[in-house]
């Protein structure tokens, strides 16, 4: 599925409708540019999850584990230098840890996810708006 968004509140409200579908165990990987809103449609997600903290991004940290309904385990890959990093630094236990686990930049690790991810990518389009293409989940936008 695609959607459209245009505005910083609009990518965070479709994350909050993204997030009413997952449930533990699901891994969502993320990709799109720089500033593309990875990050913002994350902290959607993590509010339709019961997340009460701000999401901000694990860009230096990697990871940030947020309280919710369930665990919810926010990855940033950029800085990650492969597959063999990321599963020395413990990255397969935080996948099948029965949490949710968002993974921006999941394209960088793309070997270390399981087969059943939800795959999203956000492209910048004209006038600033969002291309948000939805794969291996149903979600009504």
Same mark, same amino acid.
């Given at each position: 599925m695609?959607?459209?968004?245009k505005?910083?509140?609009?990518?965070?409200?479709?994350g909050?409708?993204l997030?009413?579908?997952?449930?533990?165990?699901?891994?969502?990987?993320?990709?799109g540019?720089l500033?593309?809103?990875k990050?913002?449609?994350?902290?959607?997600?993590?509010?339709?999850? #019961?997340?009460k903290d701000?999401?901000t991004?694990?860009?230096?940290?990697?990871v940030?584990?947020?309280?919710?309904?369930?665990?919810v385990?926010?990855i940033d890959a950029y800085?990650?230098?492969g597959?063999?990093?990321f599963?020395?630094?413990?990255?397969?236990?935080?996948?099948?840890g029965g949490?949710v686990?968002?993974?921006?930049?999941g #394209?960088?690790i793309?070997?270390?996810?399981?087969?059943?991810?939800?795959?999203?990518?956000?492209?910048?389009?004209?006038?600033?708006?969002?291309e948000?293409?939805?794969?291996?989940?149903?979600?009504e936008?």
């Amino acid at each position: 599925m695609i959607a459209v968004t245009k505005s910083y509140e609009e990518t965070f409200d479709f994350g909050r409708i993204l997030g009413r579908v997952l449930k533990p165990g699901d891994v969502v990987a993320l990709d799109g540019g720089l500033g593309s809103g990875k990050t913002c449609l994350c902290a959607g997600i993590c509010r339709a999850l #019961g997340v009460k903290d701000v999401v901000t991004s694990p860009t230096y940290t990697i990871v940030h584990e947020y309280e919710g309904v369930f665990p919810v385990y926010h990855i940033d890959a950029y800085r990650i230098s492969g597959a063999e990093d990321f599963e020395a630094s413990c990255g397969s236990e935080i996948l099948c840890g029965g949490n949710v686990c968002l993974v921006e930049w999941g #394209g960088r690790i793309a070997s270390c996810l399981p087969p059943n991810t939800i795959y999203v990518e956000i492209k910048i389009s004209g006038g600033g708006a969002r291309e948000i293409t939805v794969n291996g989940i149903d979600v009504e936008y």
